[in-house]
């Protein structure tokens, strides 16, 4: 077979949620195909690391990261709900989101990463983008965006 025609496997998939709509469409997406494919299927929340700069020091803020950790946890319980009798492995991580996702993708050796599309508009995306599109123009492997 040349490259052209080799089959891919996919044997990883790695589902990014954020307990937004269309994570939660990208669990049953990912948990749809995972099974067939006897892939795993892993489910990742990524909790924002938030720096309080003052002109006396920065700090990692104990409080408000307490909380996002929580969510955090709240988030994967509810995707592993929604995953119903699909196989998943759960992980949370800390972090700039779409870096870690792709770190955590390189990492695990993953073949597919499966997110939602977040509806980032106007003048946001303009400066800051959305993580799916960072995620999507620099992965180590495909992406599929579910919406």
Do not use: W
């Amino acid at each position: 077979m040349n490259d052209d025609t080799k089959r891919v496997e996919v044997k990883s998939i790695l589902v990014a949620v954020d307990g937004s709509e269309h994570s939660e469409k990208a669990v049953r997406y990912a948990c749809a195909m995972g099974p067939p494919l006897e892939a795993e299927v892993i489910l990742l929340h990524v909790v924002p690391m938030l720096v309080s700069a003052t002109p006396y020091h920065d700090t990692v803020s104990d409080q408000p990261f307490s909380a996002l950790q929580k969510v955090g946890e709240d988030i994967l319980a509810k995707a592993k709900e929604i995953a119903g009798n699909c196989p998943v492995t759960d992980m949370i991580d800390h972090g700039d989101p779409a870096q870690r996702i792709m770190e955590i993708a390189e990492e695990k050796n993953v073949d597919l990463i499966v997110m939602g599309s977040r509806g980032v508009s106007g003048i946001k995306r303009l400066f800051v983008g959305s993580i799916s599109d960072k995620v999507t123009n620099q992965a180590p492997c495909p992406v599929m965006i579910v919406r």
